[in-house]
């Protein structure tokens, strides 16, 4: 069966630190992976996808950038952090090939917070 | 930007009543999806319907899809505590890349 793990679970950074968040699946090969920030009170905002290794896409321009240095992982960094980057962050998953018509499998989450 | 607007943004009803939450959207799609987040925690998925599709059934769920309006409804029947979470409604904006685009959810509280 697959399972994506997401570490660290909470983070405390102050303004102006570097950032580096960790998405794997497993059970899987070539899944698109997704990171998704969620705001307190808020829907999910769509901030990169990946369909393959090296294939990153941004949807919004922002303080942040993703990797895919290997398949089955995918890294969210920024190298100075704003108060405005707080919040939840979720990565998600789905099988190669299923585009628009599948689930998403959703990770437990990291909570950042920025000070 | 959101895609999806779900309404209400809060509900609060007792344990076996029925619980209806709204969603409007603006672009194509190809299929809507309903999830499911407990505080604090990722996203779970509930339920997909295609935009062919008019209705769908899983279990309690009963999700509709009005593409003329652009609108879908999610009731959850004989609800009950544990159902208690916030509701996202998510749409592809008719992409086949598998991006999904969300609104900003209904917070259910069910009652014992």
């Known amino acids: 069966s697959q399972t994506i793990h997401q570490w660290p679970a909470t983070l405390v950074q102050p303004v102006g630190s570097p950032l580096s968040l960790e998405c794997t699946v497993e059970?899987?090969?070539?899944?698109?992976l997704y990171w998704y920030r969620q705001a307190a009170g808020r829907g999910l905002q769509l901030l990169f996808y990946?369909?393959?290794?090296?294939?990153i896409s941004s949807e919004v321009p922002q303080n942040l950038s993703a990797s895919r240095p290997q398949d089955r992982q995918f890294i969210l960094s920024s190298k100075k952090l704003l108060l405005s980057d707080s919040g939840f962050y979720l990565c998600?998953?789905?099988?190669?090939?299923?585009?628009?018509?599948?689930?998403?499998?959703f990770g437990p989450g990291t909570r950042l917070t920025v000070l | 930007s959101q895609q999806g607007e779900e309404d209400p943004q809060a509900l609060s009803i007792q344990e076996g009543e029925n619980a209806t939450m709204n969603c409007s959207y603006k672009?194509?799609?190809?299929?809507l999806q309903w999830y499911r987040q407990n505080s604090g925690r990722g996203l779970v998925h509930l339920i997909l319907?295609?935009?062919?599709?008019r209705e769908k059934h899983s279990g309690r769920l009963r999700v509709t899809l009005d593409t003329s309006k652009k609108s879908s409804s999610l009731l959850i029947t004989a609800s009950r505590a544990a159902d208690t979470a916030s509701y996202f409604c998510?749409?592809?904006?008719?992409?086949?890349?598998?991006?999904?685009?969300f609104g900003r959810g209904t917070q259910l509280t069910v009652w014992p």
């Open positions: 059970g899987t090969s070539n899944p698109n």
């Open positions: 319907i295609r935009s062919n599709e």
């Open positions: 998600a998953w789905t099988p190669e090939g299923t585009g628009a018509m599948g689930e998403q499998f």
């Open positions: 998510a749409t592809d904006r008719g992409s086949t890349l598998g991006r999904l685009y």
């Open positions: 990946s369909v393959g290794i090296g294939q």
């Open positions: 672009t194509s799609i190809n299929n």
